[in-house]
């Protein structure tokens, strides 16, 4: 038998090739394939979450009230206070509360006279070869690591100035007359609240979530062509969370540059988010300083997570590798789906498909570009 030339060989082989790429443009214009990329990003794309990084999340005493640096002066001298506030309502003392709270605000006031000093005091002239030795020491800091020293009042430096404003607290000279005279702060029923509920935390169940996170998906331009506004995929996402929040009533962390967007839209539908984290330019980031957040808060080892089914398994997976587990709830994209012809709204399904199946390759081999350490 003889053989084919060459020239009907090449032909043959491009007529297979123009075929099956015939045949995938029409699969990728289907309703079928971007689900069933789906199914497998989801089956295959770890989300176990790392146990050395949970340790940060272990507190699980979220509050989205604290405003204080954690770490600061003012936070640890907080610490100090909420710790002898606590040991008076357990030996049922509730009239040294009033005199906690005044010797408090005392340790506040002198807190903030010596940081104020300190800002007026002229800044040290640098040494240029030193300082920059310093900087490349704190640029080779593990982040996280930081900030878990910062909230660790066992630390050296924690511990010290932890006993010496226990101290403050219990010894220093209050009028016990201008005291009795002086009218109630509210904030003191405030704090006696919050007490009761981190005493009861330990007994809540560890599978419940402590907060909603909501990922942008992008702004655009309102109809007047000026105001910067959520686009669609970022509305639909605060349309769910509207729904999430009804039913669970949990802090909301808004995680992007869009979140100050996001706050404004949820405030116009009465729900006030607190927590935003604003820096984040990528997915990475969104999981890296919304964790951050969430840690400096008071950790939260469990969260209700918040986008759309495409973004959702390379999501879970960067926020497992930051220690907390996730519960998803998917939001819809702004195109439907067809039931069986091709369609170009399809495509738009099976286009958010392919962007994220080839980024959960590339974060999972080479791990995630452009994402910065700490905001």
Same mark, same amino acid.
């Given at each position: 038998?003889? $053989? #084919? &030339?060459? *020239?009907?060989?090449?032909?043959?082989?491009?007529?297979?090739?123009?075929?099956?790429?015939?045949?995938?443009?029409? /699969?990728?214009?289907?309703?079928?394939?971007?689900?069933?990329?789906?199914?497998?990003?989801?089956?295959?794309?770890?989300?176990?979450?790392?146990?050395?990084?949970?340790?940060?999340?272990?507190?699980?005493?979220? +509050?989205?009230?604290?405003?204080?640096?954690?770490?600061?002066?003012?936070?640890?001298?907080?610490?100090?206070?909420? $710790?002898?506030?606590?040991?008076?309502? =357990?030996?049922?003392? +509730?009239?040294?509360?009033?005199?906690?709270?005044?010797?408090?605000?005392?340790? =506040?006031? *002198?807190?903030?006279?010596?940081?104020?000093?300190? #800002?007026?005091?002229?800044?040290?002239?640098?040494?240029?070869?030193?300082? !920059?030795?310093?900087?490349?020491?704190?640029?080779?800091?593990?982040?996280?690591?930081?900030? !878990?020293?910062?909230?660790?009042?066992?630390?050296?430096?924690?511990?010290?100035?932890?006993?010496?404003?226990?101290?403050?607290?219990?010894? &220093?000279?209050?009028?016990?007359?201008?005291?009795?005279?002086?009218?109630?702060?509210? @904030?003191?029923? =405030?704090?006696?609240?919050?007490?009761?509920? =981190?005493?009861?935390?330990?007994?809540?169940?560890? +599978?419940?979530?402590?907060?909603?996170?909501?990922?942008?998906?992008?702004?655009?331009?309102?109809?007047?062509?000026?105001?910067?506004?959520?686009?669609?995929?970022?509305?639909?996402?605060?349309?769910?969370?509207?729904?999430?929040?009804?039913?669970?009533?949990?802090?909301?962390? /808004?995680?992007?540059?869009?979140?100050?967007?996001?706050?404004?839209?949820?405030?116009?539908?009465?729900?006030?988010?607190?927590?935003?984290?604003?820096?984040?330019?990528?997915?990475?980031?969104? #999981?890296?300083?919304?964790?951050?957040?969430?840690?400096?808060?008071?950790?939260?080892?469990?969260?209700?997570?918040?986008?759309?089914?495409? &973004?959702?398994?390379?999501?879970?997976?960067?926020?497992?590798?930051?220690?907390?587990? @996730?519960?998803?709830?998917?939001?819809?994209?702004?195109?439907?789906?067809?039931?069986?012809?091709?369609?170009?709204?399809?495509?738009?399904?099976?286009?958010?498909?392919?962007?994220?199946?080839?980024? @959960?390759?590339?974060?999972?081999?080479?791990? +995630?570009?452009?994402?910065?350490?700490?905001?």
């Amino acid at each position: 038998m003889a $053989k #084919s &030339h060459w *020239m009907v060989r090449l032909v043959q082989v491009a007529s297979v090739l123009f075929v099956l790429f015939g045949c995938f443009m029409v /699969l990728i214009y289907s309703p079928f394939y971007s689900g069933w990329v789906v199914k497998a990003l989801n089956s295959l794309v770890p989300v176990e979450v790392n146990q050395v990084a949970a340790k940060s999340q272990q507190m699980a005493a979220l +509050s989205e009230h604290e405003s204080l640096e954690p770490g600061s002066r003012l936070w640890i001298a907080r610490q100090a206070y909420l $710790k002898l506030m606590e040991e008076a309502i =357990q030996n049922h003392n +509730s009239e040294n509360l009033t005199v906690i709270q005044a010797r408090y605000k005392a340790l =506040q006031n *002198m807190i903030e006279d010596a940081q104020q000093q300190e #800002s007026e005091q002229e800044e040290k002239p640098r040494i240029p070869l030193l300082a !920059k030795a310093v900087d490349d020491e704190i640029e080779q800091e593990d982040p996280t690591q930081a900030v !878990k020293d910062l909230l660790d009042l066992n630390s050296t430096e924690n511990k010290a100035l932890m006993e010496k404003y226990v101290e403050f607290l219990r010894t &220093h000279k209050i009028e016990q007359e201008q005291v009795a005279e002086e009218p109630v702060d509210e @904030t003191i029923y =405030q704090d006696i609240a919050l007490i009761h509920e =981190q005493n009861e935390k330990p007994a809540q169940q560890s +599978s419940k979530p402590y907060a909603i996170v909501v990922l942008g998906g992008g702004l655009t331009l309102d109809k007047n062509g000026k105001d910067i506004v959520v686009n669609e995929y970022t509305r639909l996402r605060l349309e769910k969370t509207l729904a999430i929040e009804k039913e669970y009533q949990l802090p909301i962390v /808004l995680s992007g540059v869009e979140a100050p967007y996001m706050q404004r839209w949820l405030k116009e539908h009465e729900v006030d988010a607190k927590l935003l984290e604003d820096r984040s330019m990528n997915t990475c980031e969104n #999981s890296r300083f919304s964790s951050l957040l969430l840690q400096k808060k008071g950790g939260a080892p469990r969260v209700i997570l918040i986008t759309d089914r495409y &973004h959702m398994p390379r999501t879970r997976r960067l926020f497992a590798l930051n220690g907390i587990e @996730t519960v998803p709830v998917e939001a819809p994209i702004p195109t439907h789906l067809t039931r069986w012809r091709p369609s170009e709204r399809n495509y738009d399904h099976s286009r958010r498909a392919n962007y994220e199946m080839l980024a @959960t390759i590339r974060d999972v081999w080479f791990g +995630s570009s452009d994402c910065r350490e700490v905001p």
